[in-house]
């Protein structure tokens, strides 16, 4: 069977994980064909070290040149540029896998997934934290049923990030582009604590900036309630130092506990069941692999999983439906901190500062 070509727009921090991904081999029915990004000299890095990968300045000269070799678009720009540019290349007919946040207005959102439905193209939304071991096994278990009732669900994240990151480019930290760290760092555990606790009923939030000198927030908490009775918590930070800490979930039920925790939700601490399955007492000692950074070791089943989903006509795990439920949360924990009120959802954003409403043309 033929390969899917893909091409990237944006070459920063988080290209590597998906050119890895894409030129390793790693992701058997994808070739790289062309790379983007107005920064020329990071495509041009990229091209040289890659053997049949074109680099371009401009995403539209991209497309009139290579458009009809290309069947995917990965869009790694800042946050607040991933409706236009998902949008655009929907136009051209191309599937697109967007990073998260998928933009950070609903509004967007919504515009994205119209956009792509119109044109007939799938929409993805990278959440590649869904596919660490320990979430996986987690997550079977909740489909199992092995909770019972569930009582309390908490994400925290405890990361590292000083005024030389937020300065390392203009985006990060805006309202308009990037959001704090529940739009930015925290939003795969908002969307894990979703995922396997179920849809949230309502959201009171309080956040401050305390090391850092940037337009949003560094710190946040939020107390959260599910439609099915049970409690959330989420404690978000990137003041911690001197080194990132950790990225945990826990899920607490009446008939179990699991504690996923290590940097990046990626080492399994705690399993107990009060009905015990015969390889339980196994799956703290196998489910702990420490990836080499907070990334993780997500992308390459992520992007596995969008060819899959592509060529066999599969449903997506997170497509542009899916992702913009923890988008609907962040846009909520923010509307609770700028009323000061809990917020229940589904709810129109009013004073949410998160995103700018551009003119994009659909
Ligand atoms: N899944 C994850 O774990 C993960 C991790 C890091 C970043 N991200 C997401 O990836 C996105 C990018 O983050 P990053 O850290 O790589 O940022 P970055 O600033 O390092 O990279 C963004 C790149 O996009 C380029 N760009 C901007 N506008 C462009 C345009 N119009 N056309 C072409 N290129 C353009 C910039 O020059 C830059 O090289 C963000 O949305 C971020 O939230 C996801």
Same mark, same amino acid.
């Given at each position: 069977?033929?390969?899917?070509?893909?091409? =990237?727009?944006?070459? /920063?921090? %988080?290209?590597?994980?998906?050119?890895?991904?894409?030129?390793?081999?790693?992701?058997?029915?994808?070739?790289?064909?062309? @790379?983007?990004? $107005?920064?020329?000299?990071?495509?041009? @890095? %990229?091209? *040289?070290?890659?053997?049949?990968?074109?680099?371009?300045?401009?995403?539209?000269?991209?497309?009139?040149?290579? !458009?009809?070799?290309?069947d995917v678009v990965v869009i790694l720009t800042p946050s607040g540029l991933h409706a236009?540019?998902?949008?655009?290349?929907?136009?051209?007919?191309?599937?697109?896998?967007?990073?998260?946040?998928?933009?950070?207005?609903?509004?967007?959102? $919504?515009?994205? %997934?119209?956009?792509?439905?119109?044109?007939?193209?799938?929409?993805?939304?990278?959440?590649?934290?869904?596919?660490?071991? #320990?979430?996986?096994?987690?997550?079977?278990?909740?489909?199992?049923?092995?909770?019972?009732? =569930?009582?309390?669900?908490?994400?925290? @994240?405890?990361?590292?990030?000083?005024?030389?990151?937020?300065?390392?480019?203009?985006?990060? !930290?805006?309202?308009?582009? $990037?959001?704090?760290?529940?739009?930015?760092?925290?939003?795969?555990?908002?969307?894990?604590?979703?995922?396997?606790?179920?849809?949230?009923?309502?959201?009171?939030?309080?956040?401050?900036?305390?090391?850092?000198?940037?337009?949003?927030?560094?710190?946040?908490?939020?107390?959260?309630?599910?439609?099915?009775?049970?409690?959330?918590?989420? *404690?978000?930070?990137?003041?911690?130092?001197?080194?990132?800490?950790?990225?945990?979930?826990?899920? =607490?039920?009446?008939?179990?506990?699991?504690?996923? /925790?290590?940097?990046?939700?990626?080492?399994?601490?705690?399993?107990?069941?009060?009905?015990?399955? #015969? $390889?339980?007492?196994?799956? @703290?000692?196998?489910?702990?692999?420490? #990836?080499?950074?907070?990334?993780?070791?997500?992308?390459?089943?992520?992007?596995?999983?969008?060819?899959?989903?592509?060529?066999?006509?599969?449903?997506?795990?997170?497509?542009?439906?899916?992702?913009?439920?923890?988008?609907?949360?962040?846009?909520? %924990?923010?509307?609770?901190?700028?009323?000061?009120?809990?917020?229940?959802?589904?709810?129109? #954003?009013?004073?949410?500062?998160?995103?700018?409403?551009?003119?994009?043309?659909?």
């Open positions: 069977m033929s390969k899917l070509n893909f091409a =990237l727009i944006g070459c /920063g921090r %988080i290209a590597p994980k998906h050119v890895d991904a894409l030129t390793s081999g790693a992701v058997s029915g994808a070739r790289l064909v062309a @790379v983007c990004d $107005d920064k020329f000299e990071r495509a041009k @890095v %990229i091209a *040289e070290k890659h053997e049949g990968v074109a680099a371009f300045s401009d995403r539209f000269e991209m497309m009139e040149k290579m !458009g009809s070799d290309i236009q540019h998902a949008i655009d290349m929907a136009k051209y007919r191309k599937h697109v896998v967007v990073e998260k946040p998928m933009a950070l207005t609903l509004q967007d959102a $919504d515009r994205m %997934i119209a956009a792509c439905d119109a044109a007939g193209v799938r929409l993805f939304v990278v959440k590649q934290n869904r596919y660490n071991h #320990p979430v996986k096994k987690l997550r079977q278990a909740m489909e199992a049923g092995r909770f019972g009732k =569930l009582v309390l669900g908490t994400v925290r @994240v405890r990361w590292c990030r000083t005024q030389k990151y937020y300065d390392q480019d203009s985006w990060r !930290g805006t309202w308009a582009y $990037d959001g704090g760290v529940f739009a930015n760092q925290a939003s795969h555990h908002v969307d894990l604590l979703q995922w396997m606790m179920g849809d949230v009923e309502s959201v009171f939030a309080k956040t401050s900036t305390s090391l850092v000198n940037i337009e949003t927030e560094d710190t946040g908490v939020v107390i959260v309630r599910f439609k099915n009775g049970a409690l959330g918590v989420i *404690e978000a930070t990137t003041a911690t130092r001197p080194k990132d800490l950790e990225g945990s979930l826990s899920i =607490l039920g009446e008939k179990g506990t699991v504690e996923i /925790g290590g940097f990046a939700v990626n080492e399994m601490k705690t399993w107990n069941f009060s009905e015990p399955l #015969p $390889d339980d007492g196994e799956v @703290v000692e196998k489910y702990r692999v420490a #990836p080499p950074n907070v990334y993780g070791f997500g992308h390459t089943e992520y992007l596995n999983k969008v060819v899959e989903s592509i060529r066999e006509g599969r449903a997506a795990l997170v497509d542009g439906l899916e992702g913009r439920k923890s988008l609907e949360l962040i846009s909520a %924990i923010y509307e609770s901190v700028e009323t000061g009120k809990e917020v229940s959802l589904r709810f129109v #954003p009013k004073m949410c500062r998160l995103g700018v409403i551009r003119d994009i043309e659909v």
